[in-house]
């Protein structure tokens, strides 16, 4: 068949606004269900943090006045804050709000990480696969078009995080932290097309996501402590790269199912339009300020 044929016919097919309004709102309908789960872990978490403050609080206070009518005669924990009261201080309401920021914000910095380097994959299959005419210059300088997918992947995860959706409350070690846990979230998606779709195309990338994983935990410099940092910051992000993977397991699974999704064009670049779509419903989202309100 003709390409011009076939590329038309992918162009009409994924630009076709009733089913690309529905595999948005199939997205923007998961992801409000994902960030329920994240705030409500979040505010239960940053409460239970709060708790133990107060109570250490009040056994610092006891032991300071223990010669004190009021507190000689009372237990530590009758003077922390009554559980459920809701009568947090300003200072404690931040903190609640503050954590659930930081890991909604985990959750997007992963995706959009994620999305990066899907992009970079995506460009790698359609080279390889689709364009036969730069096919010479793609084997005589794949290496280098390696590094340009890799620097344009930096620079996409910068500007989606920066200017697409402002994360604000991330640190650079967190997002580091983030972006390290996405190459572990690649990995099992490469992973699963290579074991689900029986596609042997992808073993060398899988290869190349590991040595690049470890690379980051073993180098020339690397200290016990920086070691230990990572391994921390990984295990920190764990529930919420489950999240993602649960969440884009829904869209994708929608998007074959519906008919939206194509296996034809390639499985990669079905996933990478999925997390377009995944990375659009964050921007609706953050930019309605539903969130904040949400939060507030």
């Avoid at 899907?118 to 005419?133: E, G």
Wanted: proline share 2%.
């Amino acid at each position: 068949m003709d390409t011009s044929i076939v590329n038309q016919y992918y162009l009409e097919h994924y630009f076709d606004f009733a089913n690309a309004g529905q595999f948005l709102l199939a997205a923007f309908l998961g992801l409000a269900a994902v960030l329920a789960i994240i705030l409500i872990a979040a505010k239960a978490g940053a409460k239970q943090e709060v708790r133990k403050a107060d109570l250490e609080n009040s056994r610092i206070l006891y032991r300071r006045d223990s010669n004190d009518a009021y507190y000689g005669n009372g237990n530590p924990a009758d003077h922390s804050r009554p559980e459920g009261s809701g009568s947090y201080t300003p200072s404690q309401l931040r903190h609640i709000r503050k954590k659930q920021y930081d890991l909604v914000e985990r959750f997007f910095e992963l995706c959009f990480s994620a999305t990066s380097v899907l992009f970079f994959l995506t460009l790698y299959y359609l080279i390889d696969a689709h364009m036969p005419a730069a096919y010479a210059y793609w084997i005589q300088y794949q290496d280098v078009f390696l590094l340009i997918f890799i620097l344009l992947s930096v620079f996409l995860t910068a500007w989606l995080d920066m200017t697409f959706v402002h994360l604000k409350y991330l640190g650079t070690e967190e997002k580091a932290d983030v972006r390290l846990t996405s190459s572990f979230y690649i990995i099992l998606i490469l992973l699963y097309i290579r074991f689900i779709y029986q596609d042997t195309n992808y073993n060398q990338l899988i290869l190349y996501f590991l040595t690049l994983a470890a690379g980051r935990f073993f180098y020339f410099d690397f200290t016990v402590k920086e070691f230990a940092r990572m391994l921390k910051g990984i295990w920190r992000n764990l529930p919420i790269l489950g999240l993602l993977a649960a969440y884009s397991a829904f869209v994708c699974w929608f998007g074959f199912h519906s008919g939206f999704l194509l296996t034809s064009n390639g499985v990669i670049l079905s996933t990478f339009i999925a997390h377009l779509f995944m990375d659009l419903a964050i921007f609706l989202i953050a930019r309605s300020h539903l969130l904040h309100l949400a939060i507030r």
